[in-house]
């Protein structure tokens, strides 16, 4: 039986594609949490020869990483072409000639086409999100980091567009926001798939609009489509946008209608003898809800 809220990956990339460009405008909490990830650093004792930045976007984690880590390579990933040609376009043109050239993949956070333990450390920004396996995401970085690798991400939790979610269950046939995973089953999958000392911690933001409109702007922009599998096709009537607008009024608050995002940070280290023999893999075998 398929999964109502399994992401549309070609539909995912297309989005991403098509907002490369709008992007670094809307994106003002992304940019907000990449520099509250840069801050954990601080206190974090590693010296990376080979970065990952997997999520990479436009490319501003790539060059902060880079920048602090100037012995380091980096190494963008993202899923979306469009993302990566426009962080090679965004670079000022002087810095290509200081820094080392980054190197870039266009791939799948859940099927990263690396060597195994290639890697000395992670960074993944809001973008494990987009996964419908979380176990392959970790898995898949745990085979490419080092033992004692460093992995750091941020993801969306529960919480996220919770108003929208209330709003669009107006029509309850079909999926309008996407599943996000809890704190807790994120530090359990960690543990599962090879990670030691997982940290993780959460922090909750509300970004104010005048009206529905402009929440849907707002993702659209960054391009946070509705890519689940449940998701209603074709164009939504007016009828439905207004019982969205109707519903969501509820949440008005000193004349500001509020949307709500989850933050959930970790960082976790690849545990010693965590590598499983060339050809051997583990089986996992999930509870089914």
């Not at 398929?2 to 405008?25: C, G, M, P």
């Not at 072409?81 to 090679?88: D, I, N, P, R």
């Amino acid at each position: 039986m398929q999964d109502s809220y399994a992401l549309d990956k070609a539909r995912v990339r297309a989005s991403f594609d098509r907002a490369a460009r709008s992007y670094d405008a809307a994106a003002i909490l992304q940019a907000e949490v990449r520099a509250r990830m840069q801050s954990r650093l601080d206190i974090i004792k590693v010296t990376p020869g080979t970065i990952l930045d997997a999520g990479a976007g436009t490319g501003h984690a790539a060059r902060d990483l880079a920048k602090r880590y100037a012995s380091s390579q980096v190494v963008k990933l993202d899923l979306a072409l469009g993302m990566l040609k426009q962080s090679a376009m965004t670079m000022p043109w002087w810095r290509r000639f200081i820094h080392q050239p980054q190197n870039a993949v266009c791939a799948d956070i859940e099927q990263l086409p690396l060597a195994s333990s290639s890697i000395d450390m992670i960074w993944s920004s809001l973008a494990i999100q987009w996964c419908n396996d979380l176990d392959a995401a970790f898995s898949g970085m745990s085979r490419v980091l080092r033992p004692e690798g460093l992995l750091m991400f941020s993801t969306f939790g529960p919480d996220t567009l919770k108003e929208l979610r209330a709003a669009t269950a107006a029509d309850p046939d079909h999926v309008h926001v996407s599943r996000f995973i809890d704190m807790h089953d994120i530090g359990d999958a960690l543990v599962r798939n090879g990670f030691t000392a997982p940290v993780l911690d959460v922090e909750h933001f509300v970004l104010t609009y005048d009206d529905v409109l402009g929440v849907m702007r707002d993702l659209k922009a960054i391009g946070a489509h509705n890519a689940a599998q449940g998701r209603r096709r074709g164009l939504e009537g007016k009828g439905f946008l207004r019982q969205i607008t109707e519903r969501y009024e509820q949440f008005r608050d000193n004349g500001k209608l509020p949307a709500t995002f989850e933050v959930i940070y970790g960082h976790a280290w690849k545990a010693q003898g965590a590598d499983w023999p060339d050809g051997v893999s583990p089986i996992r075998i999930h509870r089914r809800s």
